[in-house]
C-alpha cells in the first residue's frame, strides 16, 4: 500500500550554501552523498533524520553556477518540515540570529507555520505538527533535540487542472481529501503528511533550473507495490512511467495531470545499504553504470565543506568557476580554460593526472554557441570575431587580477592550461595583455588574432602540444615560430591522434612540468589557495 512521502528532491546552484543552510541552520543530517544516476557528472546530497528514514528526506540535485528555474504550475511551489508546536518560537529567534528574513508565524489548516527562503529562494516552511514524529531524531547538530526538525510535512503542488491533480494523487497515492482553504484543497496520507494541492489557473508555468523543485517521491513498501501502481497507471492512460533501480529505493517516476513529476519510491534497502549508521554521508558513492570513474567524479564534482570547517570562500568575479583541491596540496595553481562546448570542469580530470598534487581552478567562457560555452565568438571554423576576442581578452585578464588578490594567488608560479579555444585565447593573451601568463600549456591550438601587436615574451614558458592527424594542426607550427620569435622559450610535441585530448598528453605534460618547474614541491606554507575557518552563522 501507498503511504506519504519519501522524499523531495530540489535543484541547488551553490552546493556550499545548500549544505551551510541544510545542515548548518536546520541541523538536519546529511545521510548520503552521490553522484546523479541520470547524469554522473551532478552531485546529489540528501539530508534527514540520523537514520535517513524514508520520510525524512529532502534531496538536491547540484546544478553548480547552473541557470536558474521558474517555479510555476506543473511544479512543487513550496516544501513543509515538522517541527514541535511549541518550537516555533525557537525557530523564529533562530532565523533571526543568522540574518534570515522570515515570515509568520501564521495559522495554516490550524498549524503554526514559520516561512523561510532558503539560498535558492526555494521557500521552506517549518510546521508544527503535533501528531508527527520521529523515528531516529538527529542530535549531532547544535539544535536541541526537542527542537529539531522531525521529518517532511508536506509539500504545496500548483496546477492548472486542481480536480484532476487531487483525483490522481488520491486514486494512485492514496491520499484523501482533509479540508480546503480558498484555492488550496489539502490532502493527507496514512502517514500523516499532506500534499497541498493548489489552484494554480492564471499562474504562470515552471520552468525546470537552480531554485526550483524537480519532483515530490512517495513512499512504496516494496516493489510488487511499484509493479501495481505502474499497470493502474497504465490502465488510466497517465503519462508514460518508467521504473529505476537506485540502489538506495527502487522508483517509479511519472507525470501527474497538472504537469508535476513524481516518483514512487521503495523503504527498502535504505540508506544504510552502504554505509553504516554512524558514517551516513561521509563518503562520495557512484551509480554502477556510471562511465566516469569514482577517481575522476571526486575531481569534477564541487567539493563543499560541513558548517564549521574551512572553505574556500568563492568571490564574485567576471568569469564562473570552480577549484578542486586535493587532499596533500603541495601549493602549484593550474587555470585551466576548456574547448568549445565544455566547462570549468572538464580539463580536471586530465590535469590531475598530469599533476596530482595540484590546486586546479577551472573557468567558463563567457561566449556561447548554440547553447554551449566558449571563449569568444567564432564566425566559421576557421574565422573569429576579432573585437570579441580582445574584448574577453580583456575580460579574462580582469578576472585574473581579481583571483590574484582574492585568493592569494602567486601570478608567477600560476600554470594556465588551455584546450583548443581556450588555448587560443591563451595564445592572444600573451600578446593583448603581456606578464599576464608566464608558464602555460597549449593544447591544440592555432593563432586566431588577425593583427598582432609587439609583444616581449621572454621569460615566458611555453608548451604546445598538437595533433597529428587534427584539422588545426597544420597551425601549430606558424603559433610556435611566431610564439618563437617573440622571445617565448617554446616545447613542442605531436601525438599521434587528432583534436581530441587524451591520455597521450599526460606524460608530455608531466615532462613538461618537471623541467620547469622542478620536483620540490613548494613548502605548504606558500600554498596558494588557503581554506578558511569559518563557522555558519554564528551570531
Known amino acids: 500500500m501507498v503511504s506519504g512521502i519519501h522524499h523531495v528532491t530540489a535543484i541547488t546552484r551553490k552546493v556550499q550554501a545548500n549544505v551551510d543552510f541544510y545542515a548548518g541552520f536546520l541541523g538536519m543530517r546529511l545521510v548520503k552523498q552521490t553522484a546523479g544516476y541520470e547524469d554522473a557528472t551532478q552531485l546529489h546530497l540528501f539530508y534527514g533524520d540520523s537514520a535517513g528514514t524514508p520520510g525524512s528526506l529532502v534531496s538536491f540535485l547540484v546544478w553548480e553556477d547552473g541557470a536558474p528555474g521558474r517555479a510555476g504550475y506543473g511544479q512543487i511551489s513550496e516544501i513543509s518540515l515538522a517541527i514541535d508546536p511549541a518550537s516555533i518560537g525557537y525557530w523564529l529567534t533562530r532565523a533571526m540570529s543568522f540574518g534570515l528574513r522570515s515570515e509568520g508565524p501564521a495559522d495554516e489548516f490550524g498549524e503554526p507555520v514559520l516561512r523561510l527562503k532558503d539560498p535558492d529562494n526555494i521557500i521552506l516552511k517549518l510546521a508544527g505538527a503535533k501528531d508527527l514524529t520521529s523515528q531516529a531524531v538527529w542530535d549531532g547538530a547544535s539544535i536541541p533535540v526537542e527542537h529539531a526538525v522531525k521529518r517532511v510535512r508536506g509539500a504545496t503542488m500548483l496546477t492548472e487542472k486542481p480536480a484532476e491533480s487531487r483525483s490522481f494523487l488520491e486514486r494512485h497515492f492514496g491520499y484523501r481529501f482533509q479540508a480546503n482553504r480558498g484555492t488550496i484543497d489539502r490532502l493527507v496520507s496514512q502517514s500523516g503528511d499532506v500534499i497541498d494541492v493548489r489552484d494554480a489557473r492564471g499562474f504562470w508555468s515552471g520552468a525546470p533550473g537552480t531554485g526550483t523543485v524537480d519532483h515530490v517521491a512517495f513512499r512504496a513498501p516494496d516493489e510488487d507495490t511499484l509493479r501495481s501502481v505502474s499497470k493502474a497507471l497504465e490502465a488510466s492512460d497517465a503519462s ?13 517516476y511519472a507525470r501527474e495531470p497538472g504537469g508535476t513529476l513524481v516518483e514512487l519510491a521503495t523503504d527498502k534497502p535504505g ?8 558514517a551516513l554521508g561521509t563518503k562520495l558513492f557512484a551509480p554502477p553504470e556510471a562511465i566516469t570513474n569514482l577517481k575522476d567524479l571526486k575531481v569534477v564534482l564541487p567539493q563543499f565543506s560541513m558548517p564549521g570547517e574551512p572553505r574556500i570562500n568563492y568571490r564574485e568575479l567576471p568569469f564562473v568557476h ?8 603541495d601549493g602549484s595553481v593550474f587555470v585551466l580554460l576548456h ?3 565544455g566547462n570549468e570542469t572538464t580539463l580536471m580530470p586530465l590535469l590531475n593526472k598530469a599533476a596530482p598534487r595540484a590546486t586546479l581552478m577551472g573557468v567558463r567562457g563567457r561566449a556561447t554557441e548554440e547553447g554551449f560555452p566558449r571563449w569568444y565568438k567564432r564566425i566559421t571554423p576557421f574565422s573569429f570575431d576579432q573585437d570579441d576576442i580582445k574584448t574577453e581578452a580583456e575580460a579574462f585578464a580582469a578576472f585574473i587580477e581579481g583571483a590574484v588578490k582574492s585568493y592569494g594567488l602567486d601570478p608567477k608560479k600560476v600554470v594556465y592550461v588551455g584546450y583548443s ?3 587560443n585565447l591563451l595564445n592572444s593573451l600573451l600578446y593583448l595583455h603581456p606578464n599576464l601568463v608566464h608558464k602555460a600549456v597549449l593544447l591544440r591550438s592555432m593563432p586566431v588574432l588577425s593583427d598582432y601587436p609587439h609583444a616581449d615574451l621572454k621569460g615566458t614558458d611555453l608548451l604546445v602540444i598538437s595533433g597529428k ?3 588545426y594542426g597544420k597551425y601549430a607550427s606558424e603559433l610556435e615560430e611566431r610564439l618563437k620569435s617573440s622571445g617565448a622559450t617554446v616545447d613542442s610535441d605531436v601525438i599521434p591522434g ?6 597521450a598528453d599526460v606524460p608530455i605534460i608531466q615532462k613538461w612540468l618537471l623541467q620547469n618547474m622542478g620536483d620540490d614541491p613548494p613548502p605548504l606554507e606558500q600554498q596558494a589557495v588557503k581554506p578558511t575557518s569559518e563557522t555558519f552563522g554564528q551570531p
Do not use: C, Q, W
Open 469 to 471: 592527424t587534427d584539422a
Open 322 to 329: 570552480r577549484f578542486y583541491t586535493p587532499p596533500n596540496p
Open 339 to 341: 574547448g568549445s562546448g
Open 498 to 503: 587528432g583534436h581530441d585530448l587524451g591520455d
Open 421 to 423: 579555444n581556450g588555448a
Open 271 to 278: 540508506m544504510i545499504v552502504d554505509e553504516e549508521h554512524a
Open 240 to 252: 508514460p512511467t518508467n521504473m529505476h533501480d537506485r540502489k538506495y529505493f527502487h522508483s517509479l
